[in-house]
Nanobody, 119 residues
Framework: EVQLVESGGGLVQPGGSLRLSCAASGFTFSQYYMSWVRQAPGKEREFVGGIDSNGRTWNADSLKGRFTISQDNAKNTLYLQMNSLKPEDTAMYYC?????????????WGQGTQVTVSS
């Protein structure tokens, strides 16, 4: 069974940093594209960043320079390092993957971890 479990969220002051983790299980983590998506209250889900099986990364243009995505294949864990946090970064952060199984792609989401940026 594919499972994605996020952790590391919390309350942080503007300008602070957090590192989110997403522990993956039930599939060969290193072979699949992984991404972070966030959703603020009253807003649509927004792509944050992604990393492919070759370690190539993508970030949303608006977040470049502040957010860094990485992974540890030995630990089956995806990370999101967030620096210089702003109140507008307040959102639920989810990790996501798509697994090819039985002739089709299926999307899997974690339960999310809440990030609140406030003084």
């Amino acid at each position: 069974e594919v499972q994605l479990v996020e952790s590391g969220g919390g309350l942080v002051q503007p300008g602070g940093s957090l590192r989110l983790s997403c522990a993956a299980s039930g599939f060969t983590f290193s072979q699949y594209y992984m991404s972070w998506v966030r959703q603020a209250p009253g807003k649509e889900r927004e792509f944050v960043g992604g990393i492919d099986s070759n370690g190539r990364t993508w970030n949303a243009d608006s977040l470049k320079g502040r957010f860094t995505i990485s992974q540890d294949n030995a630990k089956n864990t995806l990370y999101l390092q967030m620096n210089s946090l702003k109140p507008e970064d307040t959102a639920m952060y989810y990790c996501k993957t798509e697994i090819y199984c039985s002739g089709s792609w299926r999307v899997y989401w974690g339960q999310g971890t809440q990030v609140t940026v406030s003084s």
